[in-house]
């Protein structure tokens, strides 16, 4: 069925934007007037991108997604039918984009459809297929407030993950990327300074000084060569990692790392055990779960496991089992472990969520750990460049006083 985007005004005069599949333009119109709507543009889905862009970003921020979650899960709870929940989320909406989607919902669900399908319909980019496969299940078992609470906490849960993560790599990022340019702003502004008085004296300076003068010209000279070597390789990495072979050989090389490694694995595991865990607590088939979770693996070696696991349950084996013959991708014994305590005591859904904690624990722990490591390697390195160019400097200078008056 073709799909038309369309800008409608409400009674109130406020304009949303939306898209409806229909028959043609007309079925669009008719639709809208029953909803109390006045069409003011309705357009075939290929001009959707010359006009409806008009009104912001495409996508659609995980805090605004977590807060659209916890509240449609609070007015559930609260008793209100969900068009009345709709409208009110409509209201406030943070800004146009969510305001356009949440209005799209709403005219979507007057029209007959179900949550879900409005989801999938109209929206499908700022919905995962993780969001839209729980709210099928919360439907189909009629606890879509229990499931909405239930997504709310994960994407809560997730997200929560996600900052403490960056929150410990921001204090090495930020070091190395200030000593990089602290080394920048010598290379270029300081060091060719004295370049110019050296060469005007006609003394020989210590051999620290010219390694140092050496490389500061190249630097001025040839920056551009280094750009561009840099952003060649960058390009070069996209393109392989963009193909499916290149991007599992990167990630199982990344699996393969002395430290990195470990800890993403443990990364994955929390995602795949929390993922797998809030689906089949909501009512999710584990097929279906499955096919959701390897989806969301953001390590392909381990999607790649995730799939494999997914056809021996297919043939009749456990998820533990499963697991435990991932030879590429070996998940963690005490996850499998786990995993098989909860099968073996029909309590698959509390476990896989124990292990997501657990190892969300470990992941902190295992940071700060490596962090720990690198930070003083960071400054050191720094140091030492800093401290040469500071000895360097120093040299030329005492050598300048050996001059003949």
Do not use: C
Not at 49 to 77: H, K, M, N, P, Y
């Amino acid at each position: 069925m073709p799909v038309f985007v369309y800008r409608a005004a409400d009674r109130r005069g406020q304009t949303i934007d939306g898209v409806m599949e229909a028959p043609d333009a007309r079925a669009v119109v008719e639709r809208l007037q029953r909803d109390a709507y006045f069409p003011i543009r309705v357009a075939p889905h290929a001009e959707r991108g010359r006009w409806l862009s008009l009104g912001g970003s495409s996508r659609v921020r995980r805090q605004d997604l977590l807060a659209f979650t916890q509240q449609l899960a609070t007015l559930f709870e609260a008793g209100l039918p969900l068009d009345r929940a709709l409208s009110i989320l409509e209201e406030l909406a943070p800004n146009q984009r969510v305001k356009s989607i949440v209005a799209d919902l709403l005219l979507g669900v007057r029209g007959g459809s179900s949550l879900s399908e409005a989801l999938t319909k109209h929206h499908p980019r700022p919905f995962s297929r993780l969001y839209i496969n729980m709210i099928r299940a919360g439907e189909r078992g009629g606890v879509l407030e229990l499931t909405l609470r239930r997504l709310a906490e994960f994407l809560e849960a997730r997200a929560a993950f996600a900052e403490a993560v960056l929150t410990a790599v921001a204090y090495p990022a930020v070091v190395f990327t200030f000593g990089i340019g602290a080394i920048i702003f010598l290379m270029t502004f300081v060091i060719p300074r004295f370049a110019t008085i050296f060469a005007d004296l006609g003394q020989t300076v210590p051999l620290p000084t010219q390694i140092l003068l050496w490389v500061s010209a190249g630097f001025q000279a040839y920056w551009w060569v280094g750009v561009i070597a840099l952003l060649a390789g960058v390009l070069a990495w996209r393109v392989w990692t963009g193909s499916p072979q290149g991007r599992l050989r990167w990630d199982q090389t990344l699996l393969g790392l002395p430290l990195i490694g470990p800890l993403m694995m443990k990364i994955e595991t929390a995602r795949f055990a929390r993922t797998l865990g809030t689906m089949l607590k909501s009512g999710v088939p584990v097929m279906s779960a499955l096919a959701v979770v390897g989806d969301t693996m953001t390590n392909r070696a381990i999607g790649h496991a995730v799939e494999q696991l997914a056809d021996g349950v297919k043939r009749g084996g456990t998820i533990a089992a499963g697991m435990q013959s991932q030879a590429p991708a070996p998940f963690p014994v005490l996850a499998i472990h786990m995993v098989r305590v909860g099968e073996e005591t029909g309590r698959l859904e509390d476990m896989l969520l124990k292990v997501a904690e657990t190892f969300e624990a470990d992941v902190g722990t295992d940071l700060k750990r490596v962090l720990r490591l690198l930070e003083p390697i960071i400054i050191f390195g720094m140091g030492v460049l800093v401290a040469f160019v500071v000895v360097a400097m120093m040299l030329a200078i005492f050598s300048i006083n050996e001059i003949p008056l």
